[in-house]
C-alpha cells in the first residue's frame, strides 16, 4: 500500500546526508554523521561501521517538474513511479490523495512531463503500476478497485470491481498479471486476482491473504501475506503458494513492501513499532542460504523499495517525528548506506524511487506543500554514496 504524504515548495531541494541509525535524530538535522550497519548476510562480509560521508554539495535532488490536478485548494501528488528504459517513466497519482479522488497518469523523459489520457469517468488516486515492456504498462487504483493496462497507444480498464481494495500489483507478461487484495491489517474483501490474457480468476488457498508481492518469473513470485494473527512471507513456484521461513529476521515486523530481484537477492521492508507506538525501521535480506535483518533503528515508517546499483537497495520512508519529510534510504545486504532526506519550505513527501537504467542518477515522485494545497512533484539528481569504494556500502 503507498504511504503518500503531501510535501514541498515549489523550490524544495531534497538533501544528501548520511543518517543516524539508532539515535532516532530528525531527518531535518543539518551535517553529515557515521551510520552503523546491520549484520551481514550468511556468507558475505562481517557488518562493520561505515564511516564515509555523503557530500551533499555532489548528491541534491532538486525538484524537476510540479503538476496541479483538480481543485486549487485540494493536494496533488504522484505516488508511483515505473521505468519503461532509459530516461522513460511513467508517473502514477492523482488529484486529492486520502479523499475521493480523480486518477493522474504522465510520462516522463528526464526533462518533460507529458500528460497520458485515462479512460473517462475513473475515480481513485493510482496507487500500484508496474511494467513487463514499454507497451505493456499496467496500474491499480487502491479505491477505485480497478485495473488499467497501456498497450502502447492508449489505456484501457483491464478489470474492474465492485468493492474491497487492491493492495498490490505484479506483471509478468500481458497474459501473467496478479492482483492482490488484503489489506495490511488482513481484511480479504477482495482477495487475490489472476489474469491469463483472457479473464481474471479468483485464486484460493494461502494466496487469498496476499499483501503485496514481487515476481522474478511466472514461476517464481514472492509475497506478503497479512493476517490479523500475524504476517508471514509466501513463494509461488508456477504452480502453488508456500510459505518461506524467516526465522528472527521479521520477528516483530509488519512487512510493508517485497523486492525480489533474483532468486537469491529478495529484500522486505517493515515496521518495528514499540509500546508506545513508535516505528523502528527494518530492513531484511535473502540470500538465497537465509535471511538476515538490517536493523539500524532509524524512527520511520517504511515505504517502498526499488533496485539500486549492483546488489544495493532504495527504502523510501516517513519520519515518525511528525515531520513533513520524505526520507529516501541506501543499503546493501551489508548494511546501510547513505540516505537522502526532503527537506524544504512547507515540506516534502516521496513516495516511490527509480534509478534510471544506465545512469547513475535518481527520479523520485512525490508531492509538495504549497499554502493552497499541494502539488505533484519529481525530483531528479545523482545518486546518493558515501565517499571511497561503492563496494564499501
Not at 14 to 28: D, E, K, M, R, W
Not at 164 to 172: K, Q, V, Y
Not at 222 to 227: R, T
Not at 265 to 284: F, I, K, M, N, Q
Request: aromatic share 8%; proline share 6%; hydrophobic share 45%.
Amino acid at each position: 500500500m503507498v504511504k503518500f504524504r503531501p510535501a514541498t515548495a515549489l523550490a524544495g531541494v531534497i538533501f544528501a546526508v548520511v543518517l543516524p541509525v539508532g539515535a532516532g535524530a530528525s531527518p531535518a538535522a543539518a551535517g553529515v554523521v557515521p551510520i552503523a550497519t546491520g549484520p551481514a548476510a550468511p556468507g558475505g562480509r562481517p557488518a562493520a561501521s561505515v564511516s564515509h560521508r555523503a557530500k551533499a554539495s555532489t548528491a541534491v535532488l532538486r525538484v524537476a517538474v510540479t503538476r496541479h490536478y483538480g481543485r486549487l485548494a485540494n493536494a496533488s501528488g504522484f505516488s508511483v513511479l515505473v521505468m519503461t528504459g532509459a530516461r522513460r517513466a511513467w508517473a502514477f497519482g492523482g488529484t486529492n490523495p486520502g479523499g475521493p479522488s480523480t486518477p493522474v497518469a504522465a510520462r516522463w523523459n528526464g526533462s518533460t512531463l507529458t500528460p497520458s489520457a485515462l479512460p473517462p469517468g475513473l475515480t481513485g488516486f493510482i496507487s500500484d503500476a508496474t511494467a513487463t515492456a514499454r507497451n505493456d504498462v499496467w496500474a491499480a487504483s487502491q479505491y477505485g478497485h480497478y485495473v488499467l493496462r497501456w498497450d502502447g497507444q492508449r489505456w484501457s480498464v483491464a478489470g474492474q470491481w465492485r468493492q474491497g481494495e487492491i493492495t498490490g500489483l505484479a506483471a509478468i507478461s500481458p497474459d501473467d498479471v496478479w492482483i492482490f487484495g488484503t489489506t495490511v491489517l488482513g481484511s480479504r474483501v477482495m482477495g487475490t486476482w489472476h489474469f491469463d490474457g483472457t479473464s481474471w480468476q479468483l485464486v484460493p488457498g494461502p494466496a487469498r491473504a496476499i499483501y503485496r508481492a514481487s515476481a522474478i518469473s511466472g514461476s517464481d513470485i514472492w509475497a506478503i501475506s497479512a493476517s490479523a494473527t500475524g504476517d508471514s512471507i509466501l513463494r509461488y513456484n508456477g504452480r502453488r503458494w508456500r510459505t518461506t521461513e524467516t526465522g528472527r529476521a521479521l520477528a516483530g515486523v509488519l512487512p510493508r513492501d517485497i523486492l525480489a530481484m533474483s532468486n537469491d537477492d529478495v529484500w522486505v521492508v517493515g515496521d518495528r513499532v514499540s509500546r508506545d507506538g513508535t516505528p523502528h525501521l527494518v530492513l531484511a535480506h535473502w540470500n538465497g542460504v537465509a535471511w538476515s535483518r538490517l536493523a539500524g533503528g532509524l524512527r520511520a515508517w517504511a515505504g517502498r523499495l526499488a533496485p539500486g546499483p549492483g546488489c544495493n537497495v532504495l527504502v523510501t520512508a516517513t519520519p515518525a517525528s511528525g515531520a513533513t519529510t520524505g526520507l529516501i534510504l541506501h543499503a546493501s545486504p551489508q548494511g546501510w548506506g547513505a540516505g537522502i532526506v526532503g527537506q524544504s519550505g512547507l515540506g516534502s513527501g516521496v513516495s516511490d524511487v527509480a534509478l534510471a537504467p544506465g545512469a547513475e542518477s535518481l527520479w523520485a515522485t512525490g508531492g509538495v506543500l504549497t499554502r493552497l494545497g499541494g502539488n505533484a512533484a519529481i525530483w531528479s539528481g545523482p545518486l546518493a554514496r558515501p565517499d571511497g569504494d561503492s563496494d564499501d556500502l
